[in-house]
């Protein structure tokens, strides 16, 4: 029990956040599942994450993994999730691929590196992922013009 004439101190590391991130981020890119909880696959093309930084950063990725519905789908740990776009052929595939781990990177650093084939689908997926960060893309001829959101 503390004595009355105790007092506490506190300690703050200003870098603890960003090295909890790279270190998701290192698992992640690790291969197999390190850690990985859920695997995303496009059209073959395996991409592992952690449920919860999905969450943290995407409001329909929280309300998805909230809902406990995927898991109880899911036998398998790490889960797996399809992502099927309509329209998409095994020609784009790879675009779409491509796409969605732009924006998984960007979930974990909140670097976005695209090209101009992938630039239309990573808009898509800001939209519908619920990305504030990514408000809107735009490609007005050569100059690529990101407008940052709230």
Same mark, same amino acid.
């Given at each position: 029990?503390?004595?009355?004439?105790?007092?506490?101190?506190?300690?703050?590391?200003?870098?603890?956040?960003?090295?909890?991130?790279?270190?998701l981020?290192?698992?992640?890119h690790a291969?197999?599942?390190?850690?990985?909880?859920?695997?995303?696959?496009?059209?073959?093309?395996?991409?592992?994450?952690? %449920? $919860? +930084? !999905? @969450?943290?950063?995407?409001?329909?990725?929280? #309300? *998805?993994?909230? =809902?406990?519905?995927? /898991?109880?789908?899911?036998?398998?740990?790490?889960?797996?999730?399809?992502?099927?776009?309509?329209?998409?052929?095994?020609?784009? %595939? $790879? +675009? !779409? @691929?491509?796409?969605?781990?732009?924006?998984? #990177? *960007?979930?974990? =650093?909140?670097?976005? /590196?695209?090209?101009?084939?992938?630039?239309?689908?990573?808009?898509?997926?800001?939209?519908?992922?619920?990305?504030?960060?990514?408000?809107?893309?735009?490609?007005?001829?050569?100059?690529?013009v990101?407008?940052?959101g709230?």
């Amino acid at each position: 029990m503390a004595d009355d004439d105790e007092r506490d101190t506190s300690f703050f590391d200003r870098r603890h956040g960003d090295v909890v991130i790279d270190a998701l981020r290192a698992q992640r890119h690790a291969g197999g599942t390190s850690f990985c909880d859920v695997i995303l696959n496009v059209r073959g093309r395996t991409i592992g994450v952690h %449920a $919860a +930084v !999905l @969450a943290a950063v995407s409001p329909y990725f929280a #309300e *998805f993994f909230g =809902s406990d519905l995927p /898991r109880a789908y899911s036998e398998r740990c790490p889960q797996m999730i399809d992502i099927v776009v309509d329209g998409v052929d095994a020609a784009n %595939a $790879a +675009v !779409l @691929a491509d796409a969605v781990e732009a924006v998984v #990177e *960007f979930m974990y =650093s909140g670097y976005l /590196r695209v090209n101009q084939s992938t630039l239309a689908r990573v808009a898509e997926m800001g939209e519908f992922l619920s990305l504030c960060q990514l408000v809107s893309i735009n490609l007005n001829e050569d100059c690529w013009v990101f407008t940052v959101g709230k």
